[in-house]
């Protein structure tokens, strides 16, 4: 099955997705899960609908029809981004745009993704999987991190040797998935990465110039790293609801350039405490390309790799996780992770808006097979 993932980060910025054709074949030790990576890229937000999401973002405020308007408008260059893909795929799993992640005393009460997948199944005429995280949410969980259905098989191959192994993910928040032998994962959001960045620079810095132009902080750093949120334990997730840009206006005295640079280390420092004693870190998300926040972190974690370096493009990671979430529900597979998300149980994630062609083949999960052991991923060719 040829399945389309797609997803806008706590980044906003734009698009991500991933064709990815996944087969299931019997292993030595249980069945592999093959997967051959087509077409990947991001699509950019147009000008006015990104400016108009972030002006709707925390801290400020919206009415009813705002929401409606960006609900539709998302849906509709999700909608163009899947139309302008140039190979066929039988499903879309879309996770939208995640406007607000309501979370009240270390507790998530609800999250809200807008882009209305019916504009996507319209353009496609494929079935289209959306609202991934609410099932979670209702079991107890946090919602988030999904990404762990991935990072298991992933780092599958440094637990049979042995070794703990982490998935880290530099996106607006860094986020982690801990493995280690005889346990189950464990995955949280560790804080802010690029959405306090870009919130300082005014505008993306993934080349550092801005970091490495400044000098940290050291009284602003450690401030910053008396957030109470570095302190709670996981599972534990977190956005912009807390990590926007108002969040910064207490340090308007300090030149932007020390401003970026401070903020750089307190991701470096968030992150490597967080993983701290972990052998192999796996790193992938747009803040990789960020050679200042790259370098602190290997400094840190000596034993970290770019996602690239097992076959899964650093950029894509997310949007082929959940073209895998898609396939996951097609097949009858839980898509959270427990021991990630805090839910009481396992759960099938996600809602199916049809496809409109004649024939569409429905979704309808046998609830029978387990997931695959291992993950063979290359790209397709």
């Not at 893909?85 to 507790?107: A, K, M, P, R």
């Not at 191959?157 to 189950?184: D, E, H, Q």
């Not at 898509?335 to 994630?349: D, K």
């Amino acid at each position: 099955m040829r399945v389309l993932g797609m997803l806008s980060g706590t980044s906003h910025d734009g698009i991500d997705l991933a064709v990815v054709d996944f087969s299931v074949h019997p292993g030595e030790h249980g069945d592999v899960l093959r997967a051959r990576l087509g077409e990947h890229r991001t699509v950019p937000y147009s000008d006015d609908l990104r400016a108009d999401l972030v002006a709707a973002l925390p801290p400020g405020r919206v009415d009813l029809a705002q929401v409606c308007a960006l609900d539709v408008r998302i849906g509709q260059e999700f909608a163009a981004a899947a139309a302008s893909v140039g190979e066929g795929f039988d499903l879309v799993c879309s996770h939208g745009q995640t406007v607000f992640h309501w979370v009240q005393d270390g507790t998530v009460r609800g999250t809200l993704q807008l882009g209305q997948p019916a504009w996507i199944a319209e353009a496609t005429g494929v079935p289209v999987v959306s609202d991934l995280r609410t099932a979670d949410v209702a079991a107890g969980g946090q919602g988030a991190p999904l990404v762990p259905v991935l990072d298991r098989l992933l780092l599958a191959p440094f637990l049979a040797r042995g070794a703990s192994a982490a998935a880290l993910n530099l996106g607006g928040i860094a986020n982690v998935t801990v493995c280690a032998p005889g346990r189950p994962p464990r995955a949280w959001d560790t804080g802010p990465a690029n959405a306090l960045l870009d919130a300082a620079a005014g505008g993306v810095d993934l080349d550092g110039r801005l970091a490495a132009a400044g000098t940290v902080d050291r009284a602003v750093l450690a401030e910053l790293l008396a957030e109470p949120y570095y302190a709670l334990a996981p599972p534990k997730t977190t956005g912009k609801e807390l990590f926007h840009p108002g969040y910064l206006r207490r340090f308007s005295h300090l030149a932007t350039a020390d401003l970026v640079a401070t903020l750089t280390e307190l991701t470096v420092r968030t992150v490597a405490d967080a993983l701290d004693g972990v052998d192999v870190v796996v790193a992938s998300g747009g803040g990789v390309r960020n050679p200042v926040l790259l370098s602190g972190l290997r400094a840190r974690l000596p034993g970290l790799v770019v996602s690239d370096e097992l076959g899964c493009p650093a950029d894509a990671k997310e949007a082929v996780a959940f073209a895998l979430l898609g396939y996951a529900g097609a097949r009858g597979w839980p898509g959270n992770v427990p021991s990630c998300t805090g839910a009481r149980g396992e759960r099938l994630l996600g809602r199916l808006t049809p496809g409109r062609s004649p024939g569409n083949p429905s979704w309808s999960p046998p609830g029978t097979s387990r997931w695959p052991v291992s993950l063979d991923l290359s790209p397709a060719g």
